[in-house]
């Protein structure tokens, strides 16, 4: 495998380049505090249930067993019934709902290390797509909420595309409308089954994004994988130079300057800093943190 010829780079967004743990979580948190049945269950406990709800509820609506406003009840139902708790009633779903959604939008962030790696990969002139099995809106929507919409070229979606991972035809849907070829594309994602086996099957080199891993390589349907923890890793599997991130704040009344870090990546909005390119470029002093 020569990651070093790679020109276009396939993402996975939900768990690869959007931090859908951090949503869920706060999201969870949220949820059993308004709600005194679910103070018995971890938080931990509570995701687990939730995620299994979740993918159950999720794709009967992908089979098209049911719409995209009953998954979200379904998955609700389900939810509560696997903590043996009684059906919520249609207002206890929608206010479950409301709550949920409210948290998990507020809290959308892209993964740490990723805006700068997308940003780094498109100075070196990589084409990125992102292949997620889910609709053009939300997905869409998700991608401008956690500030990578403008580094990306194309958003490939399972409701647009007919198919979803890991049927190989989604992915050689992606690699015909970049122009792109098998031999110098790569898929980057942190589901087994959809994102590795369905790029593997399109005959693509696919990278596992695993944060808790121990191993930086499986062996994953008869190959070996290589597994990055961070998506710098990411960059230094490709050949392309890292950046340095080592922050130094210097605090002031009124000021908070931070040194150290890579000038040409910092400008990328991100979750709770915001940094413009010409304060950056003007003077490090307007780096400041809201
Ligand atoms: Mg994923």
Known sequence: MELTRMKVVFFDLDGTLFDHHHSLRL??????????????????????????????????????V????????????????????????????????????????????????SIEALARLREHGYRIAIITNGQVEDQTAKVKAIGIHHLIDRIITSEEAGYRKPDR?????AIEQLGASLDTTCM?????????????????????????????????????????????QLLGHLGIGGYRVQPHFVSTPGRLMIEGIDTGLVWEPRHCLQVSKEGAQRDCSSWLKE
């Open 169 to 173: 035809r989604i992915f050689q849907s």
């Open 66 to 113: 049911i719409t995209y406003e009953e998954a979200d009840v379904r998955k609700l139902h389900l939810f509560f019934s696997s903590l043996d708790l009684p059906e919520p009633s249609l207002d206890e779903v929608q206010k479950f709902r409301d709550t949920y959604k409210a948290v998990y939008r507020k809290n959308r962030r892209a993964t740490s290390g």
């Open 27 to 64: 999201a969870i948190a949220a949820m059993q505090r308004n709600y005194t049945g679910l103070t018995e269950k971890t938080v931990d406990e509570l995701i687990d249930k939730y995620n299994i709800a979740l993918q159950q509820a999720y794709d009967a609506y992908l089979d098209k």
């Open 188 to 232: 980057i994602g942190d589901s087994v089954e959809s994102d590795i086996k369905g790029a593997l099957d399109a005959q693509l080199v696919a990278i596992m994004y695993s944060p808790t891993a121990q191993n930086s390589q499986k062996l994953l349907f008869g190959q070996q994988i290589t597994i990055i923890q961070h998506m710098a």
